[in-house]
């Protein structure tokens, strides 16, 4: 995630349940702080998304990482 | 929360445990579809925190909630 910000200044995942959001929360609190020690600051901004999986509908968490 | 951070400019959540990160996540995003109405744009920095409890160290997520 790291990465992928360094690069194109922003990221985003999706997460479907808690476990999996808990993830990717942990991974942009672990990604901030690489960053964070080359002077690049991130925040994200969580919003809910419906996707389709299996032809049913369920609603996954979206983040957006961004530079803040 | 929106009403937390329309009075005070910013909020404060720590979670412990993915179901309480979810719920957390959840929150942010729903007040962040609240306060979008007003015009106000909210973002969020999750970092880990330390916190004792019941004497045993615990890892905690502490969500930062400010305007974006």
């Given at each position: 995630m790291?990465?992928?910000i360094?690069?194109a200044?922003?990221?985003?995942?999706?997460?479907?349940?808690?476990?999996?959001?808990?993830?990717?929360?942990?991974?942009?609190?672990?990604?901030?702080?690489?960053?964070?020690?080359?002077?690049?600051?991130?925040?994200?901004v969580?919003?809910?998304?419906?996707?389709?999986i299996?032809?049913?509908?369920?609603t996954?968490i979206?983040?957006l990482?961004k530079?803040?």
């Amino acid at each position: 995630m790291a990465g992928v910000i360094r690069e194109a200044g922003h990221a985003e995942v999706q997460s479907i349940g808690a476990g999996a959001t808990n993830q990717a929360i942990k991974a942009v609190a672990i990604a901030r702080s690489y960053l964070q020690e080359e002077g690049i600051d991130i925040v994200c901004v969580p919003s809910f998304i419906d996707v389709a999986i299996d032809e049913e509908e369920r609603t996954a968490i979206r983040l957006l990482i961004k530079k803040g």
